[in-house]
DNA sequence: TGATAAACGGAGGGTGCCTCCGTATATTTC
DNA sequence: GAAATATACGGAGGCACCCTCCGTTTATCA
C-alpha cells in the first residue's frame, strides 16, 4: 500500500505529473471566476490538457473540487505557522482571519457547489476541518498562555464564529464587512483592549 | 401598470394560471430534492408541461428560483404571524426558529444555487430579507416589551446569528446540532433563565 | 535502441439549456 | 351557439456540457 514499498512498479510520468499539477492550478483560476456553474471542459482547456485527462487524474467532479479545497487548507494552515512568530497573537489571530476571508471569498461558490455532493465526503471533510481547528487552535492558545486572550473560547467556538460571520449576502462592500465584524469578535476575545487599533 | 386598471385587456386565461401554479409546486419539490442541480426540464416534466410553458412563465433560472424563494419566505412571515399569540415570548422565537431551520434544511441548495446568480437580484433580496426581518423583529420586540427578552441585541444582529448557527457543514445530526444551539442562543437572550426548561 | 506499460486526446452518445414557431384553445364578440 | 382572435401550449432544434471508451502517443526500463 505505501508508495515507499512499491518498488517493483515503474515511477510516474512525469507528463503525468504535470499535466495534474497544471489542471489543479487551472481549476483554481476556473472555480474562483466561475463557481458552481463551472464547466470542467473549461478547466481542462484552459489547463491545455484533454477532457480524458481531467478525468483519469480525477474520476469525479467531487474529487477534483477536494484536491483544490485541500491545496487551500494547506495555505491557511501553512500562514497560521507562519503566523506563530508574531508578537502580537491578537494581530496575528486578526491577520489569519483577514487572509482566510479572501480564500473564503473566492472560494465561496465552491464551496456552495461542494455541500450537496457531500453525502460521501464526510470523512473528507472531518479531515480538513481537523487541520483547520489545530490551526485555528495553534493561534489561539498562544494568545491564552500569553495572557493576552480570553480562555473561555474554544476553538471550535472560534471557527464556527469565523465561518457564520464570513456567511452574509453579498452586496457591495460584503468583505470590508466581515473584515471589521471580525476585528470587533477578536478585540472582543482580548485581555488588554489596546489591541483596539489595528485594522 | 395595476392589475384591478387592466379592464381594457383579457383576464388571464385559466389554463395559464393553472399551469403557473402546478409549476410553482413541481419547482419546491425538485429543488428541495436535487439542489442546485436539479433540471428545469425535471421541472416542467413533473408539472406536466412542456418546456416551452416553463420558460414562457419564468424566462430564467433566477426567475422561478425567486418565486418558489418568495413562496418559503412568505410561510415563515406567516408563521411569525400566527405565533404571536403565544404567551411565551422566548418559546415562540424557538419554535419560529425551529420551523425556520427545517425550511433553510431542504433549501439550502437552492440559495447555494441562487448566490453565485445573485448580480441583478440584489434588490429582491433586499426586499425579502426586510420581509424576513420584520418578521424576526415583531417575535423579538414583543418579547422585549413583556420584559422577557434581552434589549441590546438588534433584529438585524438576531438574523446574523440565526443565519451564522445555520451555516455549519451537513454532517448527521446536522439539524438537532442546529436546533440545540439555538435554543442556547434564545436562552441567553432570555432574562428569565426558567425557559430553558423546552427544548 | 527497442519493448511496453502508462498516459494522452478527443470522438461520441446522452442530457440539459433556451429559443422559436406552428398548433391548440380560452375568451370575447356577434 | 359559432366565429374571431388573443393567448398559451408543446416540443423540435442548435448548442454546451457530462462522462466513457479506445486508438494513438510517449516516457520509462532493459
Not at 15 to 34: K, Q, Y
Request: glycine letters at 8%.
Amino acid at each position: 500500500m505505501d508508495v515507499e514499498t512499491q518498488k517493483t512498479s515503474r515511477r510516474p510520468r512525469a507528463d503525468s505529473i504535470r499535466n495534474r499539477e497544471r489542471l489543479l492550478e487551472a481549476a483554481r483560476e476556473v472555480f474562483s471566476a466561475g463557481g458552481p456553474g463551472a464547466s470542467l471542459e473549461a478547466v481542462a482547456r484552459k489547463a491545455g490538457v484533454g477532457i480524458g485527462t481531467l478525468y483519469r487524474h480525477f474520476p469525479t467532479r467531487e474529487a477534483i473540487f477536494q484536491a483544490v479545497y485541500r491545496r487551500e487548507v494547506d495555505e491557511m494552515v501553512e500562514l497560521a505557522d507562519r503566523l506563530a512568530t508574531e508578537p502580537d497573537p491578537a494581530d496575528a489571530l486578526k491577520r489569519w482571519m483577514h487572509a482566510s476571508v479572501r480564500m473564503v471569498a473566492t472560494k465561496r461558490g465552491m464551496l456552495a457547489a461542494l455541500s450537496p455532493v457531500m453525502d460521501g465526503s464526510t470523512e473528507f471533510f472531518a479531515d480538513t476541518s481537523k487541520r483547520l481547528m489545530s490551526a485555528i487552535s495553534g493561534l489561539l492558545d498562544r494568545g491564552v498562555a500569553a495572557g493576552r486572550l480570553r480562555d473561555d473560547i474554544t476553538a471550535d467556538e472560534l471557527m464556527r464564529a469565523f465561518l457564520g460571520i464570513c456567511y452574509i449576502p453579498e452586496k457591495p462592500g460584503w468583505q470590508d464587512t466581515v473584515v471589521r465584524l471580525l476585528d470587533v469578535f477578536v478585540d472582543g476575545l482580548a485581555t488588554d483592549r489596546d489591541v483596539r487599533k489595528s485594522g
